[in-house]
């Protein structure tokens, strides 16, 4: 049986995803956005797909994770960023503008804001217009992906915050934005098709890491950021899971149940093979 494996269109997926059918994967793939592949990963529409580990807390029961795989930054991950036209330790009775694309991103920002600068009244929502708008307008924004990329590139605000170096800062410990999340029922049905994909995973990831530059220039973003860019940013990003990045995950659960956007602290269950 063939497996349906969600794919965030985002350029910090390329390296999981490039060279994925020259290792060898024949099933299908569904592009989207993190909200909407999490959307589909809880209703069975995907069997696994690199997601936000927020979707993995809220229904950790009905999941299990493969060992080695994130997308995490050890540092500037340069694509989760805070837009605001002061500085962030003042903006407490602020409104902030948030994208709808990543619970993951918008949960750690309010972490920073109440743990790290005691900030008690800060308003997030999702404006009805574009977040860039909002920012237009002197406003503060959380933009991520591509689109928090093309902003920075054109200093889009006086004060830009990357939300992986500030947890870095205050914590010591990588941030794992995306998890590869594989339903239980799929590990179950299509057990061969799972083992498979999680040697083929690793291959793509090492064959583009064997070269960022060959990457780089198959990919249509070079456009806009250019072959260094993107190797730059590629560079910057960590696409392990070891034992630091589990740290920083299990204090990222933490402080959400802390800030109750989550009713409890999950447990790590990882597929076995």
């Not at 069997?47 to 807390?57: C, K, Q, R, T």
Request: include cysteine; aromatic fraction near 10%; charged fraction near 20%.
């Amino acid at each position: 049986m063939s497996l349906v494996v969600g794919h965030i269109k985002y350029i910090n997926c390329a390296p999981f995803f490039h060279y994925l059918p020259e290792c060898g994967f024949d099933g299908t793939i569904v592009d989207g956005v993190p909200s909407h592949l999490n959307r589909l990963l809880a209703e069975g529409g995907v069997d696994l797909s690199p997601s936000s580990s927020f979707e993995y807390a809220r229904n950790w029961r009905e999941y299990l994770l493969f060992p080695e795989l994130s997308i995490s930054a050890c540092g500037p991950v340069r694509s989760v960023l805070l837009f605001s036209g002061r500085p962030i330790e003042t903006l407490d009775g602020d409104h902030i503008a948030l994208t709808g694309d990543s619970a993951t991103s918008v949960n750690l920002l309010k972490i920073i804001l109440k743990e790290f600068y005691d900030l008690r009244d800060v308003r997030c929502a999702v404006p009805a217009g574009p977040v860039e708008a909002v920012m237009a307008e002197g406003g503060s924004a959380l933009l991520i992906g591509d689109r928090a990329l093309k902003s920075a590139q054109e200093k889009a605000a006086p004060y830009i915050y990357d939300l992986a170096e500030l947890w870095l800062q205050h914590t010591g410990l990588p941030f794992v934005f995306a998890l590869w999340i594989l339903r239980r029922q799929a590990a179950r049905e299509k057990a061969d098709a799972v083992r498979t994909l999680h040697g083929q995973l690793k291959c793509s990831r090492e064959r583009a890491f064997a070269s960022l530059e060959n990457l780089a220039k198959a990919t249509p973003e070079r456009e806009w950021m250019g072959e260094g860019g993107l190797v730059d940013y590629w560079n910057c990003m960590s696409y392990e899971l070891g034992e630091a990045h589990l740290e920083g995950l299990r204090l990222y659960f933490h402080l959400c149940a802390r800030h109750h956007l989550l009713d409890e602290e999950p447990e790590l269950h990882f597929w076995g093979g």
